[in-house]
């Protein structure tokens, strides 16, 4: 579903923010990426969804090219950042016809998942208020909305359990065993690595711009937390 072949990001000055990723994710994975602050963890996603561009490698989804077809990528994609941007002067029930009207959602399949969605996410009643007067939480609960809105073939988030309340983690995590189900993928990163850990069926660790850990969880943890295997890898691991 996701591919990702010796992806390298340079910036200024000649840091490799990324040097030389290679990752696949295939259809039913929940793949966990994980990493200190300032890893790669992030730019990897964004050149990914098509935000910033790379300077070697290759990115394909579902087959497609991110450089050579970006348009048709972003079809079947859906991306929520770390931050939800929203436009806060928009209602809820406005923002998400928005995103329907963007990837063409029909009238009553767009009524019937957002109807589903913002009930599990007790999100209902706020759907008429304006985004602006929205908690972080909340927020990021109409940012999930929107992202299923499509029924995308791979679902691309930065750190989504942040600002969430328990019950919503609970929600969002059965949403996302349901899209792989369906047939989906879903890459994410997170620093909750014990969420990782029960959530995720492979893992990617990267140091630095480089993936210095990657498979099955249950072969990556071999009878010890993901938490020691991650502090054993990222202390030990020269990336160099």
């Known amino acids: 579903m996701l ?23 295939k259809a039913g994975d929940i793949y ?3 990493g200190h602050n300032g890893a790669g963890k ?37 991306y929520i950042p770390d931050n939800p941007e929203l436009y806060e002067y928009l209602t809820g029930i406005q923002y998400l016809n928005f995103l329907a009207d963007i990837f ?15 009930n599990r996410f007790e999100l209902t009643s706020a759907l008429g208020d304006l985004i602006s007067s929205y908690s972080h939480g909340m927020k990021q609960k ?24 328990p019950q919503a983690s609970i929600v969002l995590k059965e949403m996302m065993h349901e ?13 909750v690595l014990d969420v990782a850990e029960k959530l995720c069926n492979k893992v990617a660790i990267i140091k ?15 009878g010890q937390s993901l938490e020691d295997v ?9 990336t160099n």
């Open 208 to 222: 630095e711009g480089r993936l210095v850990a990657s498979g099955k969880t249950e072969d990556l943890v071999k």
């Open 179 to 191: 899209l792989c189900k369906e047939g989906g993928a879903i890459f994410f990163s997170t620093h």
């Open 104 to 118: 063409q959602v029909p009238k009553e399949v767009r009524e019937e998942r957002i109807s589903r969605y913002a």
């Open 32 to 34: 966990g990426f994980i």
């Open 142 to 165: 109409l940012a999930i909305i929107g992202a299923f809105l499509h029924s995308p073939k791979l679902l691309i988030m930065d750190e989504p359990f942040v600002g969430l309340d």
């Open 3 to 25: 591919s990702i072949s010796n992806l390298t990001k340079t910036y200024k000055g000649g840091k490799h923010a990324v040097d030389n990723l290679s990752l696949e994710i």
């Open 42 to 78: 992030t730019t990897t996603i964004k050149a990914v969804v098509g935000i910033h561009d790379f300077d070697q490698g290759e990115i394909r989804i579902d087959g497609i090219s991110v450089k050579e077809n970006p348009m048709k990528c972003k079809e079947i994609t859906a």
């Open 230 to 238: 991650f502090m054993e890898v990222v202390n030990h691991v020269q």
